[in-house]
């Protein structure tokens, strides 16, 4: 069982930036994937970015060029890079790790980014 704990969100002004990180509980180096969606009011939750164990990273077409995701297996956490925030970035972003031995995918309690003048 791993624990998944985000931080780091807050309000920011349009333009901005906030680094998001998601410690987890126990090693991350047999975590097949980790990444981070977001899920705003009235919409589904929606992938922003992933990364694998071998840092192939992936990302949705609305943030390429924005968002970096990495990870840092020394301190159990993966990190999410926001750069250039808009209004419509903003949502409640959740930290997941998916595991294939065995299956199974965890989520952490999400935490708030608002981009707002």
């Known amino acids: 069982q791993v624990q998944l704990v985000e931080s780091g969100g807050g309000l920011v002004q349009p333009g901005g930036s906030l680094r998001l990180s998601c410690a987890a509980s126990k090693s991350i180096v047999n975590v097949s994937d980790m990444g981070w969606y977001r899920q705003a009011p009235g919409k589904q939750r929606e992938l922003v970015a992933t990364?694998?164990?071998?840092?192939?990273?992936n990302y949705a077409d609305s943030v390429k060029g924005r968002f970096t995701i990495a990870r840092d297996n020394a301190k159990n956490t993966v990190y999410l890079q926001m750069n250039s925030l808009k209004p419509e970035d903003t949502a409640v972003y959740y930290c997941k790790a998916r595991t294939v031995f065995p299956y199974t995918n965890t989520w952490g309690q999400g935490t708030q980014v608002t981009v707002s003048s």
């Open positions: 990364i694998t164990s071998g840092n192939t990273t």
